[in-house]
Every structure is written in structure tokens, then in C-alpha cells.
């Protein structure tokens, strides 16, 4: 089913995320939904833990896409409900799926930006977020819009990545498809996976956005990659596509059998594992 980005009204500085999120990006998120649970799993426990959703909550999560932490939240919130919200038709149309197929009535998926969605003042008691919190092209307001949604007092609970230093996963892959190049990382404090890394920044943000009593907790666990080299190299591959554009055939294939020495390098009776690293961020509304 074809969408049009401009069914959302996202704010104009997401429109890069809006393109890339409800096309080829969530496309492949979609097709392996359950290999990104996977790759994350051993960090489910902390997440919960840290989100303490009680029975009769009303839970926001950001950037839910499949929605395993948006059904994680509705079983919590047995008497309560969970809205999971995401860019990706195509995400939201199987966690929607999902959510039917455990029975999960009190949980529902919405096509929105967190960042300028006009949610109800005060209609939620937790908002959640697991690695989806850091693309807002303006943080700022983002959190500032989450926090009016939130009831006075109200909770946000993120997992975001740690700095880059601390995530052997990605540097990995980026020296490997590298191909003797110099290919830059994504950055630390802006829209991306490193835009919530320095606790000083998370802190200076958050309590700028409405919140208060910020904490940060770290928290290291292994990434799940894959069962085996090959099938971890293949995934990789088409997770990172675009870091092989411009190589001719030769590099190409020579990229390609560095990242499966990587995997293979890193293949343990687990499948392929790789260190990583969190933060558990705690904060209540002002």
C-alpha cells in the first residue's frame, strides 16, 4: 500500500525522518521487526523495570514502530490503555497486527510526529520511548510537546544509546564497510542515534522541556545480531545499504567479506553478539 508523507503533519524539520521512515527505511524495519526486538531483547527487562507502567496507567510511546514496548506497556496496563506512535505506516500497520493477535484491546497505534501532535493536555500518566526518541529535528519542542501530554507529575521513560566510543555494534560495521574510505559515523547531539549520548545534554534539554529531576542510568548489554556470520552479514547489508553506494564491484566485495569476518569474529553459542551500551533516562513532568 502506497502513503503519502504528507498524510502526517509532520514538523518541517522531520520531513528527512518523515521520507526515510515511511519508505525503504521502514519497509526493511517491518520485514525484520522481529530480528530488531531480537537485537535489543536483553535490554527489555531494564526498560520494563524502568517504566514501572501500573495497572491503570495511560501510556504514550514514542517511535513505537512494531510495537513491542507499546503491547509490553498494555499488558502492564491491564486497566489502563497504550498509544504507540510512529512516522511508518508500514510499522504501525503490523503492530497494529501484533496487538490483535494477543488480544491486546487496550492498545492502539496512531500515524503522527510526537513533536508537534496535538495530543490532550494532560491525558497521559507515562510516556515511554526505546530508541525512538532521538531523530526530533527540534528536541526541544518535542519533549516540551510530550511534556503538556504528560499529567502534572507525570513520567518519561527513555533508552537511548550511549556515546559512539561504547557501541563496538556500530563501529563495527561502519570499519567494515568502510572499504578503505573515510566514512564518517552519525554525530553525537544531533537527530540520530547519538542525539541523547552525552548526559550533560540530556539533562540541560530535558530540564528545559518541562521536566525535572532528570536521571540517567547506564546499562550494558550484548546486541543480537544474527544466529550465524552469513545471516547476520545479510542483514547488515541491507540495514546499511547505503555505505557501499559509489564502490565499484571489487570493493563492493571486498567490504562485504569484512563485515563477515566481523560476524564470524564475533559468533559465539549465542549467535553473533557485539558490546553495546544505554542509558535509561527518568524524568518527571515540572
Known amino acids: 500500500m502506497a502513503h503519502d508523507p504528507a498524510d502526517v503533519p509532520a514538523d518541517p524539520s522531520n520531513a528527512d525522518q518523515l521520507r526515510s521512515w515511511d519508505g525503504d527505511g521502514g519497509a526493511y524495519w517491518a520485514e525484520h521487526a522481529t530480528r530488531y526486538d531480537e537485537g535489543v ?5 531494564h526498560f ?27 499488558r502492564a496496563a491491564a486497566g489502563g490503555s497504550a498509544l ?19 488480544g ?16 490532550d493536555a494532560g491525558s497521559f500518566d507515562v510516556a515511554i520511548s526505546r530508541t525512538g526518541a532521538m531523530f526530533f529535528g527540534d528536541p526541544a519542542a518535542a519533549f516540551a510537546n510530550v511534556a503538556r501530554a504528560l499529567r502534572p507529575d507525570g513520567r518519561l521513560v527513555l533508552m537511548t544509546w550511549q556515546p559512539l566510543a561504547r557501541q563496538e555494534w556500530l563501529r563495527s560495521y561502519f570499519g567494515a564497510l568502510a572499504a578503505g574510505r573515510d566514512v564518517a559515523p552519525p554525530p553525537s547531539g544531533a537527530p540520530g542515534p547519538f542525539a541523547l549520548d552525552e548526559p550533560g545534554h540530556v539533562r540541560d534539554l530535558l530540564g528545559r522541556s518541562g521536566f525535572t529531576g532528570v536521571a540517567l542510568t547506564g546499562v550494558d548489554e550484548p546486541m543480537y545480531v544474527g544466529p550465524d556470520a552469513d545471516d547476520a552479514t545479510r542483514f547488515i547489508l541491507g540495514q546499511f545499504a547505503g555505505l557501499l553506494d559509489g564502490l565499484g564491484d571489487d570493493d563492493r566485495a571486498r567490504a562485504t567479506d569484512e563485515l563477515h569476518h566481523v560476524m ?9 553478539l557485539f558490546d553495546s551500551a544505554v542509558w535509561l533516562v527518568e524524568t518527571r513532568r515540572a
Open 41 to 45: 531483547a536483553a535490554y527489555r527487562p
Open 48 to 74: 520494563c523495570t524502568a517504566a514501572a507502567i501500573g495497572h491503570a496507567d495511560a501510556v504514550l510511546d514514542i517511535g513505537c514502530g512494531a510495537g513491542q514496548t507499546t503491547r509490553d506497556a498494555a
Open 84 to 102: 504507540g506512535v510512529d512516522l511508518s505506516a508500514r510499522l504501525l500497520e503490523l503492530a497494529r497486527r501484533l496487538a490483535e493477535r494477543d
Open 104 to 119: 491486546l484491546h487496550n492498545a492502539a497505534f496512531r500515524r503522527a510526529d510526537a513533536q508537534n501532535h496535538p495530543f
Open 264 to 272: 564470524s569474529a564475533h559468533l559465539t553459542d549465542r549467535g553473533v
